[in-house]
């Protein structure tokens, strides 16, 4: 089994800042591309930044110098860095990553349980 553990929700001021972390366990291979999508209340979960294992990346526009997404390949560790953020930041983050189980298998798609994040005024 391969489980996305997320952590560092909370509640925090217009302006504040938060890291989250997510980290992947069980039974794994190797990892590719790691990211962070988040669901806001009657919205579609949307990207919200990727890295793949070279370590390139990939943000949404809406968070573009305020957040700063990166990994650590030895933990199976990905982290968000979010700063001045704003109540359109509040949502449900979900970690995701492409993992291989075992050196023969190819990638699959896993998911976090997501962690609040909440943005107030």
């Known amino acids: 089994q391969v489980q996305l553990v997320e952590s560092g929700g909370d509640l925090v001021q217009a302006g504040g800042s938060l890291r989250l972390s997510c980290v992947a366990s069980g039974s794994i291979a190797g990892i590719n591309a790691m990211g962070w999508y988040r669901q806001a209340p009657g919205k579609q979960r949307e990207l919200v930044a990727s890295?793949?294992?070279?370590?390139?990346?990939n943000y949404a526009d809406s968070v573009k110098g305020r957040f700063t997404i990166s990994r650590d390949n030895a933990k199976n560790t990905v982290y968000l860095q979010m700063n001045s953020l704003k109540p359109e930041d509040t949502a449900v983050y979900y970690c995701?990553?492409?993992?291989?189980?075992?050196?023969?298998?190819?990638?699959?798609?896993?998911w976090g349980q997501g962690t609040q994040v909440t943005v107030s005024s």
């Open positions: 995701n990553a492409y993992i291989r189980r075992s050196y023969g298998s190819g990638y699959s798609d896993y």
């Open positions: 890295i793949i294992s070279g370590g390139s990346t």
